[in-house]
């Protein structure tokens, strides 16, 4: 997690997403998935500026499939937001850096974005 | 307070980026405007994002993958001293120089402006749409097609790019239906080929989508004979559209001139717009060929042309 975000796997997902206090982003992406390679950076920067608020994770979907398959994802890049282990919150496709901040400025607070 | 660049290139496909290696290696420093990632055609890099094994680029026998293309191009623009801003022009105004290109609250002054901001793909236009976005319903194959194993889906559209899609969703699906609206295909001949010979695809002749089935997951695309007008249910679980393009000049309405289709109205043989200083290149003037090398030779054009401007007026 050099870049500030924590890798998901099947095994360890449940217990990431319930123990956090803070709500966890879940990047569901692929190898494959050219605008899901466009948005890790953005969420980098994400994680690393908002680390007090959020954390900021990700799960290959090829590789866990079984995650994708729980929360009926059947586009990625998706995002899932879980807050005290409950999904509260579900983006689809990739977005701009400004346009996911205000998408995510519910669990930030008085984002000027 | 605005920034001030020689050359502004809006948009980032094989156009603005080849417009963009050849502007930065006339020292022109180009500020290119990429676009804003999306899971549609309209993302920095372009359709070809959405793309697998592209085949017909020249110096690669192999084939290359589209996005990886598309990195290469930037890489090689960057190498010369393009800058990047990963965003989406939000307004232009070009009725003086230097122009002013408005991103959001930030303003971009330039001597002159490169337009390359290409097409993106059409939807059906349906209001299930944007419930069924992400749940069965997909702007991009290649990202996709891997959560519809052992599933019946459909591509609509005939043209080469339903075609490639089809096509690879068959490593995936059980079967695809492509979904056409008229009775032959648009496709090249070898893109033809390839669907016709492959076992999984089945042809939904003179046939629109008119409906979608399903409330939190698609279960069915509701077909309308184009002949008869008699509807049914295509039960499927995946649908991917694949009908067209239309040009991204929204920016340019009443400023530049365009054709009924929307696309900008170059001077023959040249990327002139009708206004000087203003260039266009790629997709977002080009309705006939459509093909990333055509696109990054207009971009090409466009720098060369660009550049032989900003000399004739700064003497």
């Known amino acids: ?113 | 307070m605005s920034e001030h660049h020689h050359v502004v290139i809006v948009g980032s496909g094989p156009a603005g980026l080849t417009a963009a290696i050849y502007s930065a290696r006339a020292n022109l420093a180009p500020l290119v405007i990429e676009g804003e990632p999306s899971s549609t055609s309209d993302q920095p890099g372009g359709q070809l994002m959405l793309t697998t094994e592209v085949e017909n680029f020249p110096g690669f026998p192999e084939g290359i993958m589209g996005p990886e293309l598309m990195m290469r191009f930037r890489e090689q623009a960057q190498r010369f001293g393009a800058t990047f801003l990963t965003e989406k022009v939000t307004a232009v105004d070009l009725s003086e120089r230097p122009f002013v290109l408005t991103v959001r609250d930030r303003q971009f002054t330039a001597d002159a402006v490169i337009v390359s901001t290409g097409a993106q793909s059409l939807m059906l236009g349906l209001e299930a749409e944007s419930r069924l976005l992400g749940h069965g319903l997909s702007t991009c194959a290649t990202c996709d097609g891997f959560f519809f194993r052992g599933q019946e889906i459909a591509v609509v559209g005939g043209g080469d790019s339903a075609v490639e899609e089809a096509t690879f969703l068959t490593k995936f699906a059980s079967k695809v239906t492509m979904i056409h609206r008229r009775d032959a295909l648009r496709a090249s001949k070898i893109m033809q080929d390839r669907a016709i010979s492959n076992p999984k695809i089945e042809m939904l002749w003179n046939h629109t989508v008119t409906d979608l089935v399903g409330d939190e997951q698609l279960a069915g695309a509701v077909v309308r004979d184009v002949n008869s007008g008699a509807e049914t249910t295509l039960p499927v679980t995946g649908l991917f559209v694949a009908i067209g393009h239309r040009p991204n000049t929204d920016l340019f309405k009443g400023v530049l001139d365009m054709d009924d289709a929307g696309y900008l109205v170059t001077r023959p043989g040249s990327s002139w717009t009708n206004i000087d200083g203003v260039f266009a290149c790629g997709d977002v003037q080009d309705h006939t060929y459509r093909q990333a090398i055509t696109a990054a030779g207009s971009g090409c054009m466009a720098a060369i042309d660009c550049e032989r401007w900003l000399e004739s007026v700064a003497h």
């Open chain 1, 1 to 113: 997690m050099a870049d500030g975000i924590v890798t998901l796997t099947t095994a360890t997902f449940d217990e990431t997403v319930a123990s956090s206090d803070k709500p966890v982003v879940v990047d569901l992406w692929a190898e494959w998935c050219g605008p899901c390679k466009m948005i890790a950076p953005i969420l980098g920067e994400i994680a690393g500026e908002q680390a007090e608020h959020l954390t900021i994770a990700k799960l290959n979907v090829d590789e866990n499939p079984e995650i994708a398959q729980k929360f009926s994802v059947m586009s990625i890049p998706t995002l899932l937001v879980f807050d005290k282990g409950q999904v509260t919150k579900r983006l689809v496709g990739a977005k701009g850096k400004p346009q996911l901040l205000q998408e995510l400025g519910e669990f930030l607070p008085n984002t000027s974005h």
